[in-house]
């Protein structure tokens, strides 16, 4: 049609504007020694959606030179590459057949050179296919070889959707390897033949090989039933959990009488006829005021004892006044409906990380480790806060009306974790997790919308855009120093002058 030759008209000239943002960026990235000594890095892991592995590890670390030695798990006493060696192909192979998950490779982002780049750094040229010499314009080559795809990338934000594309992923987890089972986080209430059901969203398991070493972890899905219990041994290929893909359930924990609470016919809810059971059910709609529909549990004696925030969009299956069980389902959610990720397409998006914009409706994430609790409204604005049991430490955090809590009182959160939903704010990253968070973050989305196009780029190229974003440190505090409060600095220079000073 058409539009497909109108945005292919705009397309070239934005990725063409993108190209030169990048070089302006990059232009002073050349290569300027062999190896400046450093040998910190950052970890490389094969990249997985579900069960399938879309990028290798061997892919990832081919042609980069190692930050630490690699010890072959299989022989401890043999050391596969060296530190600050080459990984050839044929290591490659060798490192992924040992069964090494991951690895830490030096990287751009890392390196310690005042002027430029070490060739270490970089690992191989892709044009010659040998290191690095010298001399090399490794910024520009990294800023054209990522606007260069960006001519096939698209404009508008494309709905993937359709038959043959949004087919869910298969709603169960089988072990990729056997082992020891061991629940962190979870939040379970037992039902029938011994099986639990998993109420929070920020549960995971791991499976423990003999010596209680971690082989993996998988994040558990709300409302999975888990057939096998904590410490019970798995073998490879049998299922750990399953859950229905089409709602995500809202469950109760407790047992005992419910009752309802804001629930105003046309204010916060409305009823549907559910075509499916051809009863008429009670669906939670958009709203504005201070509401919070909730349904409240209470024992015998008509006390509440738990309460349970409805999302907007989730139809209520149970009606008020019924006796429930404990892990009794409350509500359930359409997975499509909450699968709002926009995905801006394309190039807009990749300019949008580079440029390290805050996203419109930004996820609110968890400053420390915690227990979740509310705390009422104020201003209109709800009160969450976590609350570290060991510290004593808490943090506030004042969720606006609007926005969808994806956490349950009394949940255990980690340090970074999304409270609301939304997407991820990178300033926050750095500012929660660090820097080593950041890359692996920005690192992962600009390449998920390569990978959407058919497009690979090597990751070297966006560790040397990234590795100009985060050039200047901001100075909070001189100390010995002869900076001054507030002063923007060089990173590298800041980190020298700090070494000096130590020295001193």
């Known amino acids: 049609a058409r539009k497909g030759l109108a945005d292919t008209a705009l397309k070239t000239a934005d990725a063409g504007y993108l190209t030169r943002k990048l070089c302006d960026v990059a232009m002073d990235v050349v290569i300027a020694e062999e190896d400046s000594g450093a040998r910190d890095g950052i970890w490389k892991k094969a990249i997985t959606e579900g069960d399938d ?22 022989n401890p006493s043999e050391i596969i590459v060296g ?33 430029g780049i070490d060739a270490k750094c970089y690992g191989i040229n892709p044009a010659t296919n040998k290191v690095a010499k010298v001399g090399d314009s490794v910024g520009i080559i990294a800023a054209q070889s990522i606007g260069e795809p960006g001519t096939q990338l698209t404009m508008r934000t494309f709905h993937i959707g359709g038959v043959a594309t949004g087919g869910f992923k298969t709603p169960e987890i089988r072990v990729r390897t056997g082992g020891k089972i061991k629940y962190k986080g979870l939040r379970l209430v037992e039902v029938a033949e011994g099986a639990s059901i998993v109420l929070n969203k920020t549960g995971s398991i791991q499976i423990l090989d003999s010596e209680d070493k971690e082989l ?69 709609i958009e709203h504005k005021e201070d509401l919070n529909p909730q349904v409240e549990i209470r024992d015998g004696a008509n006390r509440p004892i738990a309460a349970y925030s409805i999302p907007v969009g989730a139809q209520i299956v149970v009606n008020e006044g019924d006796d429930i ?13 909450s699968k709002t990720k926009d995905i801006t397409g394309g190039l807009p998006r990749v300019a949008e990380l580079f440029e390290a914009r805050r996203p419109k409706d930004a996820a609110e994430m968890a400053r420390i480790e915690g227990i979740v609790s509310f705390e009422g409204t104020l201003r209109g604005k709800r009160k969450l806060v976590v609350r570290n049991p060991d510290t004593a430490q808490e943090e506030e955090h004042l969720i606006p009306a609007g926005k969808h809590i994806i956490v349950q ?62 050039r200047k440190v901001r100075i909070t505090d001189p100390g010995d120093s002869e900076y001054f409060w507030g002063e923007q600095v060089d990173r590298t220079t800041f980190l020298a002058d700090n070494r000096r000073i130590e020295e001193a």
């Open 409 to 470: 009182p009394g949940d255990l959160v980690t340090k970074g974790q999304h409270l609301t939903e939304g997407s991820a704010d990178p300033h926050e990253i750095l500012e929660i997790l660090g820097p080593a968070a950041l890359y692996e973050f920005l690192i992962g989305q600009v390449q998920e919308v390569y990978r959407l196009q058919g497009v690979t780029i090597n990751d070297k190229h966006i560790e040397i855009i990234i590795r100009q974003m985060l």
């Open 325 to 337: 069980q404990p892990g009794a389902l409350l509500a359930k959610t359409p997975r499509q409906a």
């Open 216 to 284: 993996e972890t998988y994040n558990i899905v709300v409302g999975s039933v888990l057939p096998v219990a904590d410490g019970e041994q798995i073998k490879k290929g049998e299922i750990l959990a399953q859950w229905d893909p089409y709602n995500v359930p809202v469950l109760s924990e407790k047992g005992g009488t419910l009752a309802f609470k804001d629930m105003i016919t046309g204010v916060t809810v409305k009823r549907e006829l559910d075509e499916a059971t051809g009863r008429i059910a009670i669906v939670v």
């Open 53 to 74: 592995e879309i990028v290798s590890l061997r892919d990832r670390i081919v042609g980069r030179f190692s930050s630490d030695d690699v010890i072959n798990p299989l």
């Open 83 to 115: 530190s600050g060696d080459l990984i050839t192909e044929e290591l490659a192979t060798i490192i992924v057949e040992s069964g090494v998950e991951r690895i830490k490779i030096m990287s751009p982002l890392s390196s310690t050179s005042p002027l």
